[in-house]
C-alpha cells in the first residue's frame, strides 16, 4: 500500500520559515518525481514546486520562486519543502504528491498519481 505522509505544517507569523517533510512508502521511491501542491479554502488545488526522481533542481510556481527550496532524500525515501519569508498568502493545506512517470516534470496535479493526507500552514499578518 502506497502510502505518503505529510508533517511539519503549523502556524507561524509572516516573515518565518517552515519546513515541510513527506515520507514515502509502498513504492518504488527512485522511479517517481515528486512534488508539492497547496489548496486554500475554496481555492483549486494549485502546485507548488516538483523535484525529478534523482533530485538536482526542482521546479517552481512564480508565487514562490526565491522563497520555497524543495528537495529529496531517496536512501530516506523524504520530499523537504523549506519555505521561508512565508506570507499570509501561503496560508494553505499542503499536499505532497508522487508521480509513477518519472518522465517530464509536471506541474498539473491530474498527472499525479499518488496524494498525501495534506498538512496545514497557516501564516498570521
Known amino acids: 500500500q502506497v502510502q505518503l505522509v505529510e508533517s511539519g505544517g503549523g502556524l507561524v507569523q509572516a516573515g518565518d520559515s517552515l519546513s515541510l517533510s513527506c515520507a514515502a512508502s509502498g513504492l518504488t521511491f527512485t522511479s517517481c518525481n515528486t512534488a508539492w501542491f497547496r489548496q486554500a479554502p475554496g481555492k483549486e488545488r494549485e502546485f507548488v514546486a516538483a523535484?525529478?526522481?534523482?533530485?538536482?533542481?526542482?521546479i517552481y510556481a512564480d508565487s514562490v520562486k526565491g522563497r520555497f527550496t524543495i528537495s529529496r532524500d531517496n536512501a530516506k525515501k523524504m520530499v523537504t519543502l523549506q519555505m521561508n519569508s512565508l506570507k499570509p498568502e501561503d496560508t494553505a493545506v499542503y499536499y505532497c504528491?508522487?508521480?509513477?512517470?518519472?518522465?517530464?516534470?509536471?506541474?498539473?496535479?491530474?498527472?499525479?498519481?499518488?496524494w498525501g493526507q495534506g498538512t496545514q500552514v497557516t501564516v498570521s499578518s
Open positions: 504528491a508522487a508521480d509513477r512517470n518519472y518522465g517530464f516534470l509536471f506541474r498539473n496535479k491530474a498527472q499525479y498519481d499518488y
Open positions: 523535484i525529478g526522481w534523482s533530485g538536482g533542481n526542482g
